[in-house]
């Protein structure tokens, strides 16, 4: 089970990346501050969302209701920064991709439940992380071959999927 450490180290990193507000019209999320997006969190005043509040939702919607707190500490960064990215459900279906190409046995269906929690304990987190790296790449060349529009954010995007620790 990872530990607060890790989610605070994971989010200095997020947040460097993640920059202030921005309200790109090309951004299918719409105006975003800290990652939080408008299209997420419609109630939430996002051009004065504080560094706080987005750590609140982070820690509230990202790391403990998800399940990902509930990752080994090899792990949990990484499947924190791409939930984020790409939301939690699909962040836990590239994880449990990953375990499957590292040779554990486990369905991918964006659950965090004991199976995936188990394999994700079983496998050397190294490795894993690799495996999550790639699926990760994967996952964002595919969302530019579905939307060209997309291709401007894919460098950015690539680059951060192989900096995940």
Known sequence: MADDVVFERTMDRVLRMEGGYVDDPADAGGATNFGISQRAYPGVDIRHLTREGALDIYRRDYWQNSGISLLPDGLAGAVLDLGISMGTFVAIKLLQTALVDVGASVAVDGRLGPHTLGAAASVDPMDA?????????????????????????????????????
């Open 129 to 165: 992380v690799a495996a999550l790296r790639w699926r990760a790449c994967l996952h964002y060349l595919a969302i530019v071959e579905a939307r060209s529009s997309q291709q401007r954010f894919l460098r950015g995007w690539l680059r951060r999927a192989c900096a995940l620790v």
